[in-house]
């Protein structure tokens, strides 16, 4: 992705989410050690999904990861 293409979403991202939201979002991946994939998954869970709120995408994605990870293992 160019310059051009991270400015357009990053455009989209901050016109879509309120202040509250991206705050929350920053917030977990300082404090709580989540990646920067997981935070695009929960922007993509978030905008394919009507009304999904900010903690029901992470709860999804987290659960995703969760399940790769123990079909990994097997």
């Known amino acids: 992705m160019n310059c051009i ?3 357009q979403q990053a455009d989209r991202i901050a016109s879509t989410f309120s202040k509250q ?9 300082k404090c709580q050690g989540e990646s920067l994939q997981q935070a695009v998954e ?3 869970t ?3 999904r009507a009304g999904y709120s900010m903690e029901q995408a992470w709860e999804e994605v987290l659960a995703q ?4 990870i123990v079909e990994d293992e097997e």
């Open 5 to 7: 293409e991270l400015n």
């Open 21 to 29: 939201e991206l705050a929350k979002l920053v917030l977990a991946l």
């Open 42 to 44: 929960v922007i993509d």
């Open 46 to 48: 978030i905008d394919t």
């Open 65 to 68: 990861d969760s399940q790769l």
